[in-house]
């Protein structure tokens, strides 16, 4: 069974125990069953990967103070309490104060079933949060990240050949980060003190061969680029003239007769999507002394997730914004997009995500209509609410007014639903 479908059942009553106990295993859950707050606390760390369903009202440590005692161990752990009629306005405070939810005796078992459920599809989420910035935090600080094989391989591949004088050809679709591994190879070799100069072979234009890229002197000049890295991009769209000097400079190791110590590094799109032709032979059989393939993200899925928690913490950085939590309408489109454009589509992805500007990413998405009941109307509530904030300004009390809620039922409806408002402020302040 799923961790994530694990629940921390805590009553002191031991037939009321029991039989919520077996109704919650009968909706599929594992239940830990603990008699007080003080076992409860004893099996319960702040890596529980479920929820925690308990009593208010129980000898010793109430509902409440076990809560209270869980939240500063993690405020990221749900816990649904569960209260008699006089314990309302104790549990909607306790809303207020982070917990999950409330049920009030007796419950309907419908009721805490969904509950509980709604309940561990955030905490999975949390969890996947926190092992997503764990890997982050852990991966290869170059920027290659990834644990599928071909990433492995890549990786390994980095030392080996940053200091053999070999030439590369690195294929692979556009976006998959052909140049990174490039200037990774470049920067881990006795060459990083020495130029990268970047060729974008397909605007360069004839003109500019013999004024600057073949020029004795100059910026832009191979040359210049000596005991460095030629980085050819996009080689396989480089016009025929650029090809033919291209063969002359690697068999040579010359320009304009004096002697260029240079490795040459290029890209170009994977064999079976360029034309036969599209690189010349005599030029393709001198760069490819060794071939690299840079796998587009269709074929490295596992690591779609892990790169994309590493992209959005680049940009959160470069946008000066908070890590937004992971959303499951972000989760699904993670795992299920094709992603086209790579990693350069998942970057832009997570520049929507972290700015906030994607129905996805904001987990506004309502279910279909095959979706059961109580989540739907669990997301027709949310999105009302969203919309009413939005509506009125971010002003809360506003929102209240349009809505016609009680100001108690408008806060718990927020807690419930996992509403941002201040993130939805900064949305109107932009």
Not at 103 to 129: E, I, M, Y
Not at 199 to 217: K, T
Not at 255 to 284: F, K, M
């Amino acid at each position: 069974m799923s961790d994530t479908k694990r629940v921390a059942l805590v009553e002191d009553d031991e037939d009321l125990r029991a039989s919520t106990a077996q109704l919650l295993s009968l909706g599929g859950f594992q239940v830990d069953a603990f008699p007080a707050a003080a076992a409860a606390l004893a099996g319960i760390d702040a890596e529980y990967p479920g929820v925690v369903v308990t009593d208010v009202r129980m000898p010793m440590m109430s509902g409440i103070e076990l809560f209270q005692t869980l939240r500063a161990r993690d405020p990221e752990l749900p816990v649904i309490l569960v209260t008699g009629h006089a314990d309302v306005p104790m549990a909607v405070d306790a809303l207020h104060a982070g917990a999950w939810d409330f049920l009030a005796k007796p419950f309907d078992p419908a009721a805490l079933v969904a509950a509980v459920s709604r309940a561990g599809t955030a905490r999975a989420l949390a969890l996947d949060n926190r092992r997503l910035r764990a890997l982050a935090s852990e991966a290869d600080t170059s920027g290659l990240v990834g644990r599928s094989p071909a990433i492995v391989h890549l990786r390994e591949m980095i030392p080996v050949l940053a200091n053999a004088d070999i030439d590369l050809l690195i294929e692979g679709e556009t976006g998959t980060g052909k140049e990174l591994l490039a200037r990774l190879i470049h920067r881990a070799g006795k060459r990083m003190r020495h130029r990268f100069l970047a060729v974008a072979c397909a605007a360069l234009p004839d003109a500019l061969l013999e004024s600057e890229l073949f020029a004795g002197v100059g910026d832009g000049s191979i040359v210049a680029a000596s005991r460095g890295t030629l980085f050819l991009d996009d080689v396989d769209h480089a016009r025929p003239g650029l090809q033919a000097r291209l063969v002359q400079l690697v068999e040579e190791r010359s320009v304009r007769g004096s002697p260029v110590d240079i490795r040459v590094v290029a890209t170009a799109a994977d064999e079976t999507q360029r034309a036969p032709d599209a690189i010349a032979p005599a030029l393709l059989y001198r760069l490819a002394a060794v071939r690299l393939r840079m796998p587009p993200l269709r074929e490295r899925r596992e690591d779609v997730p892990l790169l994309f928690a590493h992209l959005v913490d680049i940009s959160a950085a470069r946008l000066r914004r908070a890590v937004p939590a992971l959303t499951q309408g972000t989760r699904d489109h993670l795992l299920q997009h094709d992603w086209p454009g790579n990693v350069r589509e998942l970057a832009h992805f997570a520049d929507r995500f972290v700015l906030g500007l994607d129905t996805a990413a904001a987990g506004a998405t309502l279910p279909a209509s095959t979706a059961p009941l109580p989540d739907r109307v669990a997301a027709f509530e949310r999105e009302a609410i969203v919309e009413a904030v939005l509506a009125a300004g971010g002003d809360a009390g506003a929102a209240i007014e349009r809505l016609g809620l009680p100001r108690k039922t408008f806060y718990y409806k927020v807690q419930r639903h996992g509403i941002d408002l201040n993130a939805l402020r900064r949305r109107v302040e932009r």
